[in-house]
C-alpha cells in the first residue's frame, strides 16, 4: 500500500525558499518573467508577504502579496504559482481561498489581475471591481476583502511597469 503525499499547510516565505520559489515561478510560467517582477518587488521594498505551500523541504504553491501605490493600504497579488506537476489538484484555490478568507475577515482589500474563472472560484469577485480604473484590462481585474464596489484607481508598483 502506497502513502499518500499531500502538501502541508501554507506559511510564510522564509530565506533559504528563495531559490526554489524562483525555479517554481519559472516552471510554473514557462519564462522568467514572474520571477523578474518578484525579485523587483523585493528590490523596491514593495512586497508586502510571500507565502509558500510546501511538500516536504520544497515549496510546490507561491503567492505574494504587494503594496499598491494607490489606494493607499490595498494589496496586489501577484504572482500566483503551482509547480507544474501539481496543477489542476485544487491546492491553488485552496491556497487563494485561504487568502481571500483573511482578506474578507480582515476588511484587507486585495487586488489581482487573472483569469476570472479561477479566481472567482476562489472568492474574489469582478462585481466588486466594476468601478475601479485600471491600467490593465478591467475583465481580468477583481477584488476581494472589500464591500460593495468601491470607486477607485489602482497604481500598481513601478515592477509592474511594462507587463
Known amino acids: 500500500m502506497s502513502t499518500a503525499v499531500f502538501p502541508s499547510f501554507l506559511r510564510p516565505m522564509n530565506p533559504p525558499d528563495?531559490?526554489?520559489?524562483?525555479?517554481l515561478l519559472r516552471a510554473a510560467f514557462g519564462g522568467s518573467e514572474e520571477a523578474d517582477l518578484v525579485a523587483k518587488l523585493r528590490k523596491a521594498g514593495a512586497m508586502a508577504g510571500e507565502m509558500?505551500?510546501?511538500?516536504?523541504?520544497?515549496p510546490i504553491g507561491y503567492y505574494a502579496l504587494s503594496q499598491m501605490v494607490a489606494p493607499k493600504g490595498w494589496l496586489c497579488?501577484?504572482?500566483?504559482?503551482?509547480?507544474?506537476?501539481?496543477?489542476r489538484k485544487n491546492h491553488g484555490k485552496r491556497m487563494i481561498g485561504q487568502l481571500v478568507a483573511w482578506a474578507?475577515?480582515?476588511?484587507?482589500?486585495?487586488?489581482v489581475l487573472g483569469q476570472p474563472e479561477f479566481y472567482e472560484r476562489a472568492g474574489f469577485s469582478r462585481a466588486k471591481a466594476a468601478n475601479l480604473?485600471?491600467?490593465?484590462?478591467?475583465e481580468f481585474t477583481l477584488l476581494a476583502g472589500h464591500e460593495g464596489a468601491p470607486e477607485a484607481t489602482l497604481v500598481y508598483p513601478d515592477a509592474f511597469d511594462g507587463l
Open 18 to 23: 528563495a531559490a526554489p520559489v524562483d525555479a
Open 77 to 87: 497579488l501577484a504572482p500566483v504559482a503551482i509547480r507544474p506537476d501539481w496543477q
Open 104 to 111: 474578507e475577515g480582515a476588511q484587507q482589500p486585495v487586488v
Open 52 to 58: 509558500v505551500l510546501p511538500l516536504g523541504d520544497a
Open 133 to 138: 480604473v485600471t491600467p490593465y484590462q478591467a
